[in-house]
């Protein structure tokens, strides 16, 4: 059975002070990885797909990279408007056409 | 483009009542979902469809009917709602059949199963 661990839970960070956040995934055989933004109140809003280990892929303050067993999702320098819950989420060739997200990270950014 | 479009936005139920929760897409995607996010559970999908005609069950079916007679609407029915169903309902589409591009989400429906 697929499945996505994300961790940590929660975090707290000062604006400017870089972290990761990290996404285990268990598949069988993985089609795509995917990174999403949530804001409070919103739906889900996409930031990358990674499909092989190895591959790594930006977007401003934000990098995704990918191995074979977990993800990473890299913040640089960031400031009060990345504060958000981000969430990952694995589709498996074994799981057909279903996406398996994880429970996210709250991230928190502070002035 | 309206993207994809849900309704209402917010519902209160008193249990043993039944409702459709409306999703609809105007970017003629294929491939179209329903997930419940509560508390510290993430996205769970509920159910999903490759097209038109086309359904099937994902991680939390039961007490779920969806049907998909239109490329454009997926609507998800609570057959006789109870207190568990209580959670936040997203929509979302894709492009491709089978695509792994990224999900399009709607705005989201709150439901209070009293």
């Known amino acids: 059975e697929d499945q996505v661990t994300q961790s940590p839970e929660a975090l707290r960070l000062q604006e400017g002070e870089s972290s990761s956040l990290n996404c285990s995934y268990t598949?069988?055989?993985?089609?795509?990885l995917f990174w999403y933004r949530q804001d409070p109140g919103k739906g889900p809003e996409f930031l990358f797909t990674l499909y092989s280990a190895g591959e790594e892929k930006e977007k401003e303050r934000l990098k995704a990279t990918l191995t074979k067993k977990e993800s990473f999702l890299h913040i640089t320098a960031p400031k009060p408007e990345d504060s958000a819950t981000y969430l990952c989420?694995?589709?498996?060739?074994?799981?057909?056409?279903?996406?398996?997200f994880g429970s996210g990270t709250r991230l928190s950014i502070r002035p | 483009n309206a993207g994809v479009t849900q309704t209402p936005k917010f519902q209160v139920l008193k249990t043993g009542q039944s409702m459709t929760l409306q999703c609809a897409q105007d970017m003629n995607h294929e491939y179209m979902s329903w997930y419940r996010q509560d508390p510290g559970m993430g996205l769970r999908l509920i159910h999903y469809s490759v097209g038109a005609g086309i359904t099937d069950q994902g991680e939390v079916p039961n007490g779920y009917n969806v049907s998909r007679s239109t490329t454009e609407d997926f609507p998800l029915r609570l057959l006789s709602a109870a207190p568990s169903q209580t959670s936040v309902y997203f929509c979302?589409?894709?492009?491709?059949?089978?695509?792994?591009?990224?999900?399009?989400f709607g705005p989201g429906t709150r439901l209070t199963v009293l």
């Open positions: 598949v069988s055989g993985l089609r795509g």
């Open positions: 989420a694995v589709r498996g060739y074994s799981s057909a056409s279903k996406i398996i």
């Open positions: 979302a589409s894709s492009p491709e059949r089978g695509s792994y591009n990224e999900q399009f």
